[in-house]
């Protein structure tokens, strides 16, 4: 067995979890303004786009480099 302890797994799992949801959260956001603002695909992009810059701006804010 790991070394780990229930809660610090739950800490690191409830930690991913909102790293999901406000990704798909800030996703939608921008997916919305884009889509609203008849960008060509802009509501993919936006999706897509605002996920994945909102998943590293957290990652980076909480781990660093």
């Given amino acids: 067995?790991?070394?780990?302890?229930?809660?610090?797994?739950?800490?690191?799992w409830q930690t991913g979890a909102a790293f999901l949801l406000a990704s798909?959260?800030?996703g939608g956001i921008l997916a919305a303004v884009?889509?609203?603002?008849?960008?060509?695909y802009g509501?993919?992009?936006g999706f897509v786009g605002g996920a994945v810059v909102c998943f590293l701006v957290l990652s980076y804010a909480l781990y660093g480099r």
């Fill in 1 to 12: 067995m790991t070394d780990e302890t229930t809660v610090s797994f739950v800490e690191r």
């Fill in 24 to 26: 798909a959260l800030a």
């Fill in 34 to 40: 884009l889509g609203n603002a008849d960008v060509p």
């Fill in 43 to 45: 509501a993919l992009v």
